[in-house]
């Protein structure tokens, strides 16, 4: 790419303040700047080979390689979307590259004296392979321009950066990660969106439970940690960090709903007075904002009273129980979607005929596909065809991850146990004629009376002959069990239920079999549970509830994977991991804060966004681990996804062997 050099052309008065060669104040910082993540930025572009640099007006230019090519190199954008991959490769990949490309972020900290102390932050993107050298010189070139009353950050942007400059010293290079960052950053979406409503602040769990009943849809809760039982409100506001993966927040994403931490929520608060006052709460990609409401607004009911999620009729036929790798995704109406999604799973791993490159067929204009990237992640040739790229598609899959072994109970056995009992039935009837006359007031007693009920109604002995039966019959027979739910109301598009129903993980004997399965049986008879389904327009006489039964699993390592990044929704390169040690459900129910990374599955690389409850990061053997899991996710969203766009939300763990196992695949809810 060189060439005849171009200076930028001259713009309209007043139109584009970039320029070049010019050393960085911190007014002309601000001039140029846009902002990103709620912090002012400035992106900037060295030339190496004329030893200058490109402050580019953020306003005017908002892609670093569009500038470098047109207003540099002299191209037309036709001719660089003709090639535009290998003008990304010249600029983020080239080892011998002109140009550096990069992005000055102003940020703030406190002085031991309280005072605000600002300081720059200089950042690649994600994608950008530059090496040790690279990097010091890129920095040594800008501090060297900066104003030096300034402190100047470097941070790498990818794992890859993190190893090259191991071996640097700090004084030369002087640094800080993104999880450092992220730590201190005092605001930060995780669902965007826009409500009207009344602002409730909690300031403990044992406030928000004393008026949790009175919450409404025009109610906009604000406390520390949301608890996952919240009902359906207008908008969500934490005080403390958490997850986009946690599940208040897939909450909030399937709820279509705003979502974000505040740190200085209290202060805020406080300050203007806002506890119970109406306000107008904004959720952007780059900024968090509340307004103040002079008087009570007019709301109009809002569209989720108007929802209606379509479920397909449960099939109540007398089926056997099976083993999970019989099941296929089409057994959803008799065993429940997350056992039908196992199944599928399994077959998907067996078979290895499933087309799990489609995603990468779509275009990406102005690249027609991306299937050049896939090869590239998969180690195939550059000119491998569509078989090729399936075939090594499915075999990266089958040899990076494993289905869980179990059994499925059908919704049969369910359906046989309800209908044994008089009292049930019953209890059934005044439900349902409570759901019939919107009579709120008397759900959760008599949900929590047919809870109980069902948990202590003696399973007829066919029924639970065909239970112990089918674990005795196995493998399993005498190891400690997982008994999970597997509804016809959760895992769908539009009604995930996070955290809704119940599973067990300490199951041991056929007693605690049979009572496992009664409390998973209950779960779908929760006061929260029959009151969202019934916001959502999923009749009670609809809904059954499967059961899986697997063999207990230790686990090194576990947690949950989304095939998208849910802070930023048009990014279709990341995929959104969360982990920690042990046990995946340790970060399903928010007890600890996991450790949180974006892959990228397009050019490759991998960075932590936070290291949460953890004193320190993974080793870079188990994130490379985690790269090739992100990577699978996104390759198994071509098959389960309604179409290859939809991302998934998966449940997963790491064997004290080091194996990947799935527990679970659902659509996740944008």
Request: one cysteine or more; aromatic letters at 6%; hydrophobic letters at 40%.
């Amino acid at each position: 790419m060189s060439g005849t050099r171009v200076l930028p052309s001259p713009a309209a008065p007043g139109t584009d303040a970039t320029v070049v060669g010019e050393n960085l104040s911190l007014p002309l910082f601000r001039t140029l700047s846009g902002v990103l993540a709620g912090h002012p930025y400035v992106k900037v572009v060295v030339d190496r080979a004329e030893h200058t640099w490109h402050l580019l007006d953020t306003a005017v230019h908002p892609f670093h390689v569009n500038y470098t090519a047109t207003r540099i190199l002299g191209m037309s954008l036709a001719e660089l979307d003709a090639c535009l991959d290998e003008f990304n490769a010249s600029v983020y990949t080239d080892p011998d590259r002109r140009f550096l490309l990069g992005v000055l972020s102003l940020h703030a900290d406190e002085d031991p004296e309280g005072r605000e102390r600002p300081f720059l932050v200089l950042e690649t993107t994600e994608a950008d392979t530059m090496d040790g050298a690279l990097l010091q010189e890129f920095y040594g070139f800008v501090r060297e321009r900066v104003d030096g009353r300034l402190p100047l950050l470097l941070k790498p942007a990818n794992h890859g950066q993190e190893h090259e400059l191991a071996v640097i010293s700090e004084v030369r290079v002087p640094r800080i990660l993104s999880h450092q960052l992220f730590v201190s950053r005092p605001r930060t979406p995780l669902n965007t969106g826009e409500a009207v409503g009344r602002l409730r602040w909690f300031r403990s769990p044992e406030e928000y439970r004393e008026h949790a009943a009175g919450l409404g849809w025009a109610d906009i809760v604000a406390m520390d940690r949301l608890p996952d039982d919240v009902p359906r409100v207008a908008g969500f506001i934490n005080a403390a960090p958490i997850t986009p993966l946690s599940h208040t927040n897939v909450l909030a994403s399937g709820w279509g709903i705003p979502n974000a931490i505040v740190r200085d929520l209290r202060q805020l608060v406080e300050a203007d007075a806002l506890d119970g006052a109406w306000v107008r709460y904004r959720v952007d990609d780059d900024e968090i904002s509340f307004t103040r409401l002079g008087s009570v607004p007019e709301l109009d009911e809002p569209a989720w009273h108007r929802q209606r999620i379509r479920l397909e009729p449960p099939l109540l036929e007398d089926v056997p129980v099976l083993e999970l790798h019989r099941l296929r995704g089409a057994d959803r109406d008799r065993y429940g979607t997350k056992a039908a999604n196992l199944g599928e799973l399994h077959h998907v791993l067996d078979s290895r005929t499933a087309d799990l490159t489609a995603y990468y067929g779509r275009p990406r204009p102005p690249r027609r596909d991306l299937y050049g990237h896939l090869a590239s992640r998969l180690a195939a040739p550059a000119d491998a065809g569509p078989e090729a790229l399936r075939s090594a598609a499915a075999r990266f899959v089958a040899e990076t991850i494993r289905a869980p072994e179990g059994i499925a109970l059908p919704f049969a056995l369910q359906h046989r146990f309800l209908i044994s009992s008089p009292a049930l039935q019953q209890g059934l009837g005044k439900l349902k004629m409570a759901l019939e006359l919107s009579a709120t007031d008397l759900l959760d007693s008599l949900c929590l009376h047919l809870q109980q009920l069902v948990r202590g109604t003696p399973i007829p002995e066919e029924v639970a002959a065909r239970i112990t039966g089918a674990v005795g019959d196995r493998p399993i027979a005498g190891r400690r069990l997982v008994v999970r739910s597997s509804s016809n109301a959760e895992d769908l598009p539009g009604f995930s239920a996070a955290g809704m129903y119940d599973s067990i993980t300490t199951v041991r004997g056929t007693a605690e079999l049979l009572d496992a399965v009664r409390q998973v049986w209950a779960s779908l008879l929760s006061p929260r549970s029959v009151r969202l389904r019934h916001q959502a327009g999923i009749p009670l006489d609809d809904t059954y509830m499967g059961v899986i039964v697997q063999e207990y699993v230790p686990a090194s390592l576990g947690g949950v994977l989304v095939t998208c990044n849910p802070t930023r929704r048009e990014d279709f390169r990341n995929v959104y991991l969360n982990c920690t040690p042990g046990s995946p459900e340790k970060v399903v129910d928010g007890t600890v804060l996991p450790l949180q990374y974006l892959y990228n599955t397009v050019e490759g690389g991998g960075r932590t966004v936070a290291v949460g409850s953890a004193v320190e990061d993974l080793p870079p053997a188990h994130r490379a681990r985690l790269a090739d899991l992100a990577l699978t996710g996104r390759l198994l969203q071509s098959h389960f996804g309604a179409d290859p766009e939809d991302p998934l939300d998966i449940e997963w763990l790491m064997t004290e062997q080091g194996d990947f196992r799935l527990v679970q695949i659902r659509p996740y809810a944008l």
